[in-house]
């Protein structure tokens, strides 16, 4: 059974740096795109960073860019979101997604699995 | 920007069938996939590529896709199946994963 774990959210004053992680299990990590999809609550999704399963794809929201980094661990099979510079607009819960494929754009397959979401609050 | 267009809202008796549209310029031509999401759950997939359901999803649950508009049909609805649905796609043009806003769907 395909398991994803987020961690590393939390309360971050504005400006300040966040590492996010997705522990992933039961399946084969390598093979497969990864996601960070975001949602202030009581809000909709807010697609943020896609990686391909080699990370020489990445792609980044125009809110995000310059500002995160996507990155995967394919030997420990994890991934990440290095957030920089954050802002009071980046509060939400953060979710990973795992695709169906392996590149990470057009995908054909859609996100079959979601992590239960790392909570990130920015503010002082 | 590609932008995916929802209804905020729709309502539909137990039993009946509810449809929810995706709207966008030519979405006929991009695969569209379609999730659910239940208060308090993180989302799943409920139809891919248009109109095809990974395992696990009821039959009940179809899509279909053509010209601007996308559509998630839900046949026979049950109270389990009251949540948040979004539709996505790729934006070749932008190189960008989209959302649509999200419908609530009530059931009566």
């Known amino acids: 059974e395909v398991h994803l774990v987020e961690s590393g959210g939390g309360l971050v004053q504005p400006g300040r740096s966040l590492r996010l992680s997705c522990a992933a299990s039961?399946?084969?990590?390598?093979?497969?795109?990864m996601h960070w999809v975001r949602q202030v609550p009581g809000k909709g999704l807010e697609w943020v960073s896609s990686?391909?399963?080699?990370?020489?794809?990445?792609g980044y929201a125009a809110s995000v860019e310059g500002r995160f980094i996507i990155s995967r661990d394919n030997a420990k099979n994890s991934l990440f979101l290095q957030m920089n510079s954050l802002r009071p607009e980046d509060t939400a819960l953060y979710y990973c997604?795992?695709?169906?494929?392996?590149?990470?754009?057009?995908?054909?397959?859609?996100?079959?699995?979601w992590g239960q979401g790392s909570l990130v609050t920015v503010s002082t | 920007s590609y932008e995916l267009t929802q209804p905020p809202s729709v309502s539909v008796a137990p039993g009946k069938t509810a449809r929810i549209p995706c709207g966008g310029h030519?979405?006929?031509?991009?695969?569209v996939h379609w999730y659910q999401q239940r208060p308090g759950q993180a989302p799943v997939l409920a139809i891919y590529?248009?109109?095809d359901r990974p395992s696990g999803i009821p039959e009940r649950f179809s899509g279909s896709n053509s010209g601007n508009t996308a559509t998630l049909t839900i046949s026979r609805v049950e109270a389990g199946d009251e949540a948040d649905y979004y539709c996505?796609?790729?934006?070749?043009?932008?190189?960008?994963?989209?959302f649509g806003g999200g419908t609530k769907l009530t059931v009566l």
């Open positions: 039961g399946f084969t990590f390598e093979d497969f795109a």
């Open positions: 030519n979405i006929g031509n991009k695969p």
């Open positions: 997604a795992k695709d169906g494929g392996g590149g990470y754009d057009s995908s054909g397959y859609g996100w079959g699995s």
């Open positions: 996505q796609v790729w934006d070749g043009s932008s190189d960008h994963w989209v």
């Open positions: 990686i391909s399963w080699n990370s020489a794809g990445r």
């Open positions: 590529y248009d109109k």
